[in-house]
């Protein structure tokens, strides 16, 4: 069993930057990929980014490419969500997931284990 918490969410301006962070316990972190997925009120929860157990492969949706990006740190058992260049309609409940592939996947349902999510609100 894979315990996620998230963190790092909050209220920004539009331009602005945020890190989140997943800290994972249980299981073998470094055994899993990982990914990050957001939900907007009313909408899908739709899939951000991913990265490999070893961190060599990562993968972003389109809307994302070139303004976040996605890291590990094994040791720490953490992965991390850099958010630059912030958008309104990036505004969404982020959550982090574990999963037991061990390359980048991106729908929900390859996924095994959630976080709670974190807020990230986005002002114009």
């Known amino acids: 069993q894979v315990h996620l918490v998230e963190s790092g969410g909050g209220l920004v301006q539009a331009g602005g930057s945020l890190r989140l962070s997943c800290a994972a316990s249980?299981?073998?972190?470094?055994?899993?990929?990982m990914g990050w997925f957001r939900q907007a009120p009313g909408k899908e929860r739709d899939f951000v980014a991913a990265?490999?157990?070893?961190?060599?492969?990562?993968y972003y949706a389109d809307s994302v490419k070139g303004r976040f990006t996605i890291s590990r740190d094994n040791f720490k058992n953490a992965v991390y969500l850099q958010m630059n260049s912030l958008k309104p309609e990036d505004t969404a409940v982020y959550y982090c997931?574990?999963?037991?592939?061990?390359?980048?996947?991106?729908?929900?349902?390859?996924?095994?284990?959630w976080g709670q999510g974190t807020q990230v609100t986005v002002s114009s």
């Open positions: 990265i490999s157990w070893s961190g060599a492969t990562t």
């Open positions: 249980g299981g073998t972190f470094s055994a899993n990929s």
């Open positions: 997931a574990a999963t037991g592939y061990t390359s980048v996947v991106v729908t929900t349902e390859q996924y095994d284990y």
